[in-house]
């Protein structure tokens, strides 16, 4: 197995980033995260967080998947960054793992990357446009090939298990989830 991104944006939903971050690393992925400028990152509620190195340091060759956090401004700053558009293409062309939870699938659906797919998103954040040649389900997670999305901070831990699943095993996710002792 490779590695999964997680790029990070000033703005991001710092649950969201944290729970993927945190759970995957649980399941024994290895996990880089990456932020669009050098130095430290302030998440939509102040929380910084320091990123493992920038974006710029990146091989996209070595990844298996990228994983787009929500929050708002942090999504409006990776839709505008035109290498976030590269690794996202050449991810999927590859047959690799594309995943966004809460207003990230907006990055996707910009890409045309959500046309023919059943997804979901934080409701009301994406447009008409975004959802044309989709089938939007509100679900909390949704998975259609190699595209996962999820609907937003409440249901990261699921969106989270759910990419260990993917990229190990139902074992593996089990294991995870069971030591979080969940209800």
Request: aromatic share 2%; net charge negative.
């Amino acid at each position: 197995m490779g590695s999964v991104l997680v790029p990070l944006a000033d703005g991001c939903e710092e649950l969201e980033a944290v729970t993927i971050i945190d759970i995957l690393r649980r399941g024994g992925i290895e996990v880089v995260t990456v932020g669009l400028k050098p130095g430290p990152v302030t998440a939509s509620r102040g929380v910084v967080l320091l990123p493992d190195t920038t974006l710029d340091q990146i091989d996209s060759n070595t990844l298996d998947m990228v994983v787009l956090p929500g929050g708002l401004g942090g999504a409006d700053r990776l839709d505008n960054d035109p290498r976030i558009a590269q690794i996202l293409r050449e991810i999927v062309s590859r047959g690799k793992y594309a995943a966004a939870i809460c207003a990230a699938p907006r990055v996707l659906a910009n890409l045309g990357l959500l046309k023919g797919k059943r997804v979901t998103g934080y409701p009301g954040v994406m447009k008409a446009s975004h959802l044309e040649g989709t089938d939007y389900t509100g679900e909390a997670v949704e998975l259609d090939g190699k595209l996962v999305t999820s609907r937003g901070p409440g249901t990261a831990l699921d969106f989270a298990l759910t990419l260990v699943e993917l990229l190990t095993s139902r074992e593996k996710r089990i294991e995870v989830e069971a030591a979080l002792k969940r209800p």
